[in-house]
């Protein structure tokens, strides 16, 4: 009985600690609300006239059956007067009604400073004690609120608060290339964490129940733009429609050719990384922060920018802001192409003095041992060094890429040592045999002795200008062939194919290049 008697107590001590907890929790949450009514929402909503073309835009969304689930809400609701004098907003009628909701109870009495909530349709709407009594939504002042209803309340406000987009919704509404070229970034993976294993093939690879993800590639190296965040925003400069196609009438008319024939893939491979790094920085920042002239960008690299050619005036976007460019160019590096590459450059180190070509190097015939030499008439510090040996007769060709070039007439540039290892060799360019001028008075031959220059020269096919040899630069020379069979845009195909010793020089056979350049010939 005394336990009985003690146990009682204790459950009435704890009745009356919940009920004091209660009043203090109904005091904290709700001491604004002047009177309760045993109704929900969209009734009290319905009982005011005034709020009749609201009342029409949430059954039209069916929003009103979110509040047959339970839950609690807060409506921030313009009046038909406010709901007249609306503007056109970048988003949609659903998006601006989902930003006036909220899933939890606002009480703007427990707002001393400012409170960012998240509404229905994810965004964040920003809440400000204006002084005494006064509140205002997005800088719009919040008129009255409603009693609290079983599942939550409303507050009327002064005007329509229009939802800002975000960086992806304001680029897809005002730039169809960006938006088309964002989208493209899609991809599609097998989700592992998420998928089941259901058994393995005969190769021992597991199968999978497969769960696939879409990611978005731009997204995932630079800022996920079309996210909602609390206190991340990203600042992007951005071209408008017209001045990207503007742009690309300069390109048309520098490379000759039509608007429509611009490689679609150098678009969305080469000129649209450029730009993007150029042109996404972490944060959202005020124009001073271009100033300067350079400025680091999302990836943490610094880069070039011009701050007379950025407008001052800024787009504030929820998770960013955005500049424009007043006059935007593709600059001609992107498609003029000026391709310098050193020859060490195709070589991979194996370790122990052993050198290896790189995948996107084709080698035939026989193998040797490449290795990069130090000198220092190269441009490059080093240079390639293939050593074939005294009077090789065998097989060797040596083939690598230009990547991304526009059909043009361009200038191939051969740099080399003509006192090292030499040897005749043919040249091509996409698979054409290009003759070599030498300056011996009996025209060109199909093939080319790199030792001839030592005694002879080159004559250079793109300006006819006679390049003799020189000591004085340690042996290096070079010669210039023009390349006019360039007809279709892609990556362009450079091979040195052995044919035999050089005629004076067959104890000492291979190649010692420094560099090989493929650029643009501005004489088309």
């Excluded at 005011?48 to 949430?58: G, P, T």
């Excluded at 996107?360 to 130090?374: A, E, I, M, S």
Aim: hydrophobic share 35%; with cysteine.
């Amino acid at each position: 009985m005394r336990y009985i008697i003690n146990k009682i107590s204790i459950l009435l001590l704890l009745s009356s600690i919940f009920v004091a907890c209660q009043e203090e929790i109904d005091d904290y949450f709700y001491k604004e609300t002047e009177t309760t009514v045993d109704s929900d929402i969209m009734s009290l909503l319905k009982q005011n006239a005034d709020y009749s073309r609201f009342v029409e835009l949430l059954e039209a969304y069916q929003i009103d059956t979110l509040l047959r689930k339970g839950n609690i809400f807060t409506f921030f609701v313009p009046n038909n007067s406010a709901m007249d004098n609306i503007k056109q907003g970048v988003l949609e009628d659903k998006d601006l009604v989902e930003y006036l909701i909220t899933e939890s109870y606002v009480n703007l009495n427990q707002i001393s400073s400012h409170a960012l909530i998240q509404t229905k349709g994810g965004k964040f709407g920003l809440i400000k004690a204006a002084g005494g009594s006064s509140y205002t939504f997005d800088d719009v002042e919040i008129v009255k609120g409603s009693p609290l209803a079983n599942n939550g309340r409303y507050y009327e406000i002064a005007e329509v608060v229009q939802p800002k987009p975000s960086l992806y919704e304001y680029i897809a509404a005002t730039n169809p290339f960006y938006r088309n070229y964002l989208d493209s970034q899609d991809s599609i993976y097998l989700d592992k964490e998420l998928s089941t294993p259901i058994g393995y093939t005969e190769a021992g690879s597991t199968v999978y129940d497969t769960v696939l993800t879409t990611v978005n590639l731009f997204e995932e190296a630079y800022f996920p733009i079309s996210q909602e965040f609390r206190d991340r925003k990203a600042t992007m400069l951005l071209f408008t429609q017209e001045q990207y196609d503007r742009a690309l009438d300069i390109v048309s008319e520098n490379m000759s050719i039509p608007v429509e024939n611009i490689p679609s893939l150098w678009q969305n491979d080469i000129l649209m990384p450029y730009l993007i790094t150029q042109s996404v920085f972490s944060n959202a920042l005020p124009y001073t922060a271009f100033a300067k002239g350079r400025a680091k960008n999302i990836l943490g690299d610094s880069v070039y920018v011009t701050p007379q050619n950025i407008s001052p005036e800024y787009f504030e976007s929820s998770n960013g802001r955005t500049y424009k460019f007043i006059d935007f160019q593709v600059p001609e590096q992107l498609y003029k192409v000026n391709d310098t590459i050193p020859m060490v450059s195709l070589l991979f180190s194996k370790g122990s003095g052993l050198w290896g070509w790189k995948e996107d190097v084709v080698v035939t015939g026989q193998k040797f041992n490449p290795v990069p030499l130090g000198n220092k008439f190269s441009k490059f510090d080093d240079n390639l060094l293939i050593d074939m040996g005294n009077n090789f007769r065998g097989e060797f060709s040596l083939a690598y890429k230009h990547k991304n070039v526009f059909p043009a007439k361009y200038r191939l540039t051969i740099r080399f040592n003509a006192t090292s290892v030499t040897g005749v060799f043919n040249i091509y360019v996409n698979g054409k045999l290009y003759p070599v001028d030498i300056d011996d008075g009996y025209g060109p031959r199909e093939d080319f002795d790199f030792y001839d220059v030592k005694e002879r020269g080159v004559i250079s096919s793109v300006t006819n200008v006679y390049y003799p040899y020189d000591i004085k630069f340690g042996g290096f020379c070079s010669f210039e062939i023009l390349v006019d069979n360039i007809t279709e845009y892609g990556d362009v195909e450079v091979k040195l194919e052995y044919v035999e010793p050089s005629r004076k020089n067959r104890s000492k056979c291979g190649l010692s290049l420094d560099y090989i350049a493929l650029q643009y010939y501005e004489n088309n």
